[in-house]
């Protein structure tokens, strides 16, 4: 009876505060609410000792893991997309003499007189090239951020593509736009053309959108660290120890 008590509360919680949150996540990924109702009981149930997966430290204690070796693969994948993401948002954001978007002086020939002169410009292609760099990587981040039974890091993942939702109009501007899918894609010819003041906005300074992403792609990294290290533990005779708690994991929904 009290299971059915919580599972009841737990939806009409769902039902009348969480319906932005829902939406969003299922526009990232489908049977959404399934795989809500997954990563709670999944994390909450210890009775998952076939996904277990046995070792022994250097003392010869043993070492248990609460994460099958699909799931571990999972976390493995979101964290190393994530740090490629902050890896790629960072190289935007580089200020200073490695800046992408200091002037460079080039000659250029006029095309009527033949004259030669020195003129101030931008390396258009290098920034082409780290604004593709950066669009991939979020992309495998919006896939991957999304696979894991992980409540937090799936908020993260919302987050993310709120954040990039909120500032569509600035990346429309610079070929940059938003798929039904929540993925990124480039039209490279407007790209190349795009106003420098509009991707400075959009990639330099603290409050940019890449500073923004860069912080969002290291919380993921972190989660999926966390729930790598957290899966796993050992006691001085070899004994499982626990590493959820059930009443951290329900606060996370909300």
């Known amino acids: 009876m009290a299971g059915n008590i919580f599972g009841s509360n737990l939806f009409s919680s769902f039902n009348n505060n969480s ?3 829902l939406g969003e996540y299922m526009s990232i990924r489908n049977g959404s609410y399934k795989k809500l109702l997954k990563a709670y009981y999944a994390k909450t149930n210890d009775n998952n000792s076939s996904s277990k997966s ?3 430290n250097k003392y ?3 070492i248990e893991s609460s994460l099958s070796k699909e799931e571990r693969l999972e976390y493995s994948e979101a964290k190393s997309d994530a740090d490629a993401l902050k890896s790629s948002a960072d190289k935007l954001r580089t200020t200073g003499k490695n800046s992408l ?3 460079i002086t080039k ?3 006029d095309e009527k007189t033949g004259e030669e002169k020195e003129v101030k410009t931008y390396d258009r292609d290098a920034i082409v090239g780290a604004v593709k760099e950066f669009v991939d990587n979020y992309n495998k981040v919006i896939k991957s951020g999304s696979e894991p039974d992980s409540t937090l890091m799936l908020r993260r993942t919302m987050q993310l593509t709120s954040l990039t939702k909120a500032n569509s109009s600035q990346l429309s501007r610079v070929g940059i736009k938003i798929g039904s899918n929540n993925q990124l894609s480039i039209d490279e010819n ?3 053309k795009a106003n420098i003041t509009t991707l400075k906005s959009l990639f330099q300074g603290t409050g940019s959108y890449a500073a923004e992403v860069s912080r969002k792609a290291s919380d993921i990294s972190s989660i999926a660290q966390q729930e790598i290290d957290s899966a796993k533990t050992y006691s001085n005779k070899g004994g499982y120890i626990p590493s959820y708690s059930s009443g951290t994991l329900f606060d996370s929904f909300f």
């Open 19 to 21: 319906a932005g949150f």
């Open 54 to 56: 046995n070792k022994t």
């Open 60 to 62: 010869g204690n043993k």
């Open 101 to 103: 978007f200091k002037q």
């Open 107 to 109: 000659i250029e020939k």
């Open 190 to 192: 407007t790209l190349k």
